[in-house]
Structures are given as C-alpha cells and as structure tokens.
C-alpha cells in the first residue's frame, strides 16, 4: 500500500500557476504510475492526468492538454502538477492516486488506482 500526501493547493488568480506536490511512502512508488483527478463541488471526480512509473510517458485530460504537466522525481517518492494559465473553472479539490501493479501503463479510470491522497484544494478567481 502507498501513502499519499498531496499540498500546494492554493488560491489563486486566472492566468496564474500553481504546483502541486504529492509524497508518496511505501516501497512500491517507483513501480507505480501515478495519476492526478479532481472533483469540483457538485461534479464527478475528473481524470486529470497520468505518468508512468518511470517518468517517461504522461497522458492528460482534455481540459487540461496544453496547460498542465505532470512530473516525478522517483528518488523523492513525489509527483508533481505544474498547472498553467488556470482558469476558474479548474477549481476543485485535485487529488493524486497510485496504481502499484501498473507501472508501465497510464490508465484514466478511478477503479485502476488502489491508493488515494486526501486532496489538496485550488480555488482560481476571476
């Protein structure tokens, strides 16, 4: 099982940017790919984007395409969101989940994940 803590979540302005941060304990990080989803009020939770466990392919949310990357550094158990030109409506709480025994491959659905972070909130005004 992996442990996720997610932070950096803020408010913030449109056109701003913002990076999100999520530390993950447990042995099996750097054989997991990791996602990002969000959930604003009212809403389904969203798949954000996704990275494979060795960093090198990343997959991205139509809404998102263009404006958000996603990044790891396997030494420091942690997965990064760097959020671009935000917009109002990527208000959400965003969390990040992990899918241990699927390293290789970046999968959109909820179900494909086993572990879960708490969230961290981004609030963009206009």
């Known amino acids: 099982q992996v442990q996720l803590v997610e932070s950096g979540g803020g408010l913030v302005l449109a056109g701003d940017s913002l990076r999100l941060s999520c530390v993950a304990s447990?042995?099996?990080?750097?054989?997991?790919?990791m996602g990002w989803f969000r959930q604003a009020p009212g809403k389904e939770r969203e798949f954000v984007g996704g990275?494979?466990?060795?960093?090198?392919?990343?997959v991205y949310g139509d809404s998102v395409k263009g404006r958000f990357t996603i990044s790891r550094d396997n030494a420091k158990n942690t997965v990064y969101l760097q959020m671009n030109r935000l917009k109002p409506e990527d208000t959400a709480a965003y969390y990040c989940?992990?899918?241990?025994?699927?390293?290789?491959?970046?999968?959109?659905?909820?179900?494909?994940?086993?572990?879960w972070g708490q969230g961290t909130q981004v609030t963009v005004s206009s």
């Open positions: 990275i494979t466990s060795d960093g090198g392919y990343g």
């Open positions: 447990g042995r099996t990080f750097s054989s997991s790919a």
């Open positions: 989940a992990a899918r241990p025994l699927g390293g290789a491959v970046v999968r959109t659905e909820q179900r494909a994940y086993a572990d």
